[in-house]
């Protein structure tokens, strides 16, 4: 449906300026369409990102509410997804340092000064939950350890696919650090799961 | 040496999973990877932990998508009600301060004729047609459009009250 339009001044628009232009019109049926198309990999990053399934789905209402609201200021040039994750990231950061007075996003080792709370707990991780095949199952523990910066780079690398340069806008850290989080995310997952494959 | 080629080559895997590689450097990583064991394992472990992201399956509650449409067109409906109260109070401005100006044409120029039956001169009595008549209409059609602003700072204030 949003692949490609002609719009009234005969050029044809790409995905992200029908968005664009939607949003400024603030067009509910495109709003409808983008919650569809998107719900599921915007609650996907935040777990990702917070590491918790907790007051996920309130961080993702108030997403789309400031899509709604700021939908003026997005002006097509980058995918719609790093520019509606860059939006929840804002809105989860805000959400940790209320309740925690952490900011995950402060530094590199900022996971690392995250409260027990956020990172040991006795119930399963939202990872365990939704590990489907045998790889996962062994690297949700590791996942759920890792660092959310680390977490987020790797998502939306590999499962958004966004380039180095979407990602480094949507998570405001310069290139090299968005390369350079990848590839520590990878290693330290990497040695989890050969670990894991030798012990078994 | 071989070290060497072994540590160019991992960086290559690395580089060639966060970015595009030139023409020279996929050829290189290629002839290598047919000849080498150990980087054919470290770009297979690269490999395998890419699938494994793809084995976490997230579902939506059933509800959410529900409840977040809802809650988008209820501030939709409101963002469409105070834009209309804007337009509106933007309109009635306008005619406030049309009428102002037109009403203290007609008085000025009938300042001539007003001046003879209040017994003062044509220049006192447009003074104090400016201050008391003219110069407060004025002002008070062009604070029109910021009541709007006024009344919403005020809602604010009030929410943090409360």
């Known amino acids: 449906m949003l692949e490609h339009a002609i719009s009234w001044t005969g050029a044809v628009e790409t995905e992200t300026q029908l968005i664009a232009r939607g949003l400024r019109a603030r067009d509910a049926v495109l709003l409808h369409d983008l919650v569809e198309r998107f719900q599921l990999r915007l609650v996907r990053y935040l777990v990702f990102f917070l590491g918790r399934r907790d007051h996920v789905d309130d961080l993702v209402q108030e997403t789309w509410l ?47 000064n995250a409260p027990a709370e956020l990172l040991a707990s006795s119930a399963p991780s939202p990872f365990e939950l939704v ?20 977490r987020e780079a790797l998502l939306l690398r590999f499962q958004e696919s966004l380039s180095l340069q979407e990602i480094s806008i949507t998570v405001g850290a310069p290139v090299p650090t968005v390369s350079s989080r990848i590839h520590r995310g990878l290693a330290m997952l990497r040695t989890h799961l050969e670990g894991e494959s030798r012990a078994s | 040496m071989q070290v060497d080629i072994h540590e160019r080559t991992c960086l290559l895997i ?19 990877l047919l000849s080498c064991a150990r980087c054919q ?33 209820q501030l939709l409906h409101k963002m469409e ?39 003062m001169s044509a220049g006192e009595l447009q003074t104090i047609l400016l201050l008391v008549w003219i110069m407060p209409s004025l002002l008070i059609s062009f604070l029109f459009p910021l009541i709007p602003g006024l009344l919403m700072v005020r809602r604010t204030q009030k929410g943090w009250r409360s």
């Open chain 1, 131 to 150: 590990a489907r095949t045998e790889d996962a199952v062994k690297l949700a523990t590791s996942i759920a350890k890792l660092e959310p910066i680390y």
């Open chain 2, 81 to 119: 009600a105070d834009h209309a109260a804007r337009r509106s109070m933007l309109w009635t401005a306008f005619s406030a301060f049309l009428l102002s100006f037109l009403g203290s044409s007609v008085v000025w120029q009938l300042s001539d004729y007003l001046a003879v039956y209040a017994h």
């Open chain 1, 66 to 112: 400031r899509v709604v609201e700021r939908g003026k200021s997005y002006d097509g040039r980058s995918p719609f997804q790093a520019w509606i994750f860059a939006i929840a990231r804002n809105l989860a950061i805000d959400h940790l340092r209320r309740k925690t007075g952490v900011s995950l996003d402060s530094s590199e080792d900022s996971g690392k």
């Open chain 2, 41 to 73: 394992q470290y770009q297979a472990g690269n490999s395998r932990v890419v699938a494994a992201l793809d084995g976490f399956t997230f579902e939506l509650p059933l509800d959410l998508n529900a409840n977040v449409h809802r809650s988008m067109q």
């Open chain 2, 14 to 32: 690395d580089k060639s999973l966060s970015a595009e590689l030139s023409l020279q450097e996929q050829e290189s990583l290629h002839a290598h």
